[in-house]
């Protein structure tokens, strides 16, 4: 019987080390640390094994659809598929980019919605019965939400919303950007907020299509907020350390063999919130 294996997405620094920390210490398997840069890649495995901890290394870019597909590929070839897998990768652009916010949304939405979206395109088909789906999302996503029109919170709320039409109405959003004038309020923030919407909705749309078409495996899909972290991404001020950053993705990651949730729920603080 094939290895069992845990796969985190921009491993290297932040949380998504302190991911791959955690479940170096918990999971019973090889643990993949990914990262797009071979070289800070290796370091962090390196810093892991001077802690005593093994994790292995692959390199991912998230951004590059021949990079995920060779990643899928070497899972299936190696492992038979994943068990766990963390879409941890993410941008959140400096609040002081001086570029234009339909550049700046443009750049948000590829990684964290339409590069997240292409990882779980290419991986899901791989993901082994009673495998654990974590997609690293924000808080800042429900709020946005809260601020959508009525009408397309009530599409984002839905339970018959497809895949396509959550692609179609990110592109739009996308497109609406390139087209306006800046508004008020258009910051790299707003960008990142929206792009996590999009990823939460994306999450219950794969959960309900797991419920249907993979009954029986026992494959548990969910998108988490690990609350306000201090990483280089966010401020020194944030309230919490990577390593409790960490707690509700790997939570999520290590639920017990025939846990039947939480799945397709968006979950903070170990707990499930309203959408």
């Known amino acids: 019987m094939a290895a069992r294996v845990a796969v985190v997405t921009g491993g290297n620094k932040g949380i998504g080390?302190?991911?791959v920390q955690a479940l170096c210490k918990q999971f019973q398997g090889d643990v993949y640390l990914t990262a797009r840069d071979l070289g800070r890649g290796r370091e962090a495995v390196e810093s892991l094994s001077s802690k005593g901890l093994k994790a292995k290394?692959?390199?991912?870019?998230?951004d590059n659809l021949d990079s995920i597909a060779a990643a899928a590929a070497f899972f299936k070839q190696n492992y038979g598929g994943v068990d766990v897998l963390v879409n941890n990768a993410g941008i959140l652009l400096n609040s002081a980019d001086?570029?234009?916010?339909?550049?700046?949304?443009?750049?948000?939405?590829k990684t964290n919605f339409f590069s997240t979206r292409d990882m779980l395109t290419h991986f899901m088909p791989v993901v082994k019965a009673g495998g654990r789906v974590?997609?690293?999302?924000s808080t800042l996503g429900y709020?946005?939400?809260?601020k959508c029109d009525p009408a397309l919170q009530q599409r984002f709320r839905s339970e018959d919303i497809t895949?396509?039409?959550l692609v179609g109405l990110m592109q739009?959003?996308?497109d609406k950007a390139k087209a306006e004038e800046p508004k008020e309020g258009d910051s790299p923030l707003k960008a990142y907020s929206l792009s996590k919407t999009g990823l939460t909705v994306l999450s219950m749309i794969l959960a309900r299509r797991l419920s249907k078409e993979r009954a029986n495996d026992g494959i548990l899909l969910n998108a988490c907020c690990p609350g306000w972290v201090r990483t280089d991404m966010t401020s020194p001020a944030a309230s919490k350390s990577p390593e409790?950053?960490?707690?509700?993705?790997v939570y999520l990651a290590l639920l017990p063999p025939g846990a039947s949730e939480p799945h397709g729920k968006f979950v903070s603080d170990k707990k499930v919130q309203p959408w």
Do not use: C, W
Request: hydrophobic share 45%; charged share 20%.
């Open 17 to 19: 080390l302190a991911i």
């Open 57 to 62: 290394f692959h390199q991912l870019d998230i």
């Open 98 to 109: 001086p570029k234009p916010y339909r550049v700046q949304m443009e750049a948000t939405f």
């Open 134 to 137: 974590v997609n690293v999302s």
């Open 143 to 146: 709020n946005a939400l809260t």
């Open 163 to 165: 895949e396509d039409e």
């Open 172 to 174: 739009q959003m996308v």
């Open 244 to 249: 409790e950053g960490a707690v509700t993705p």
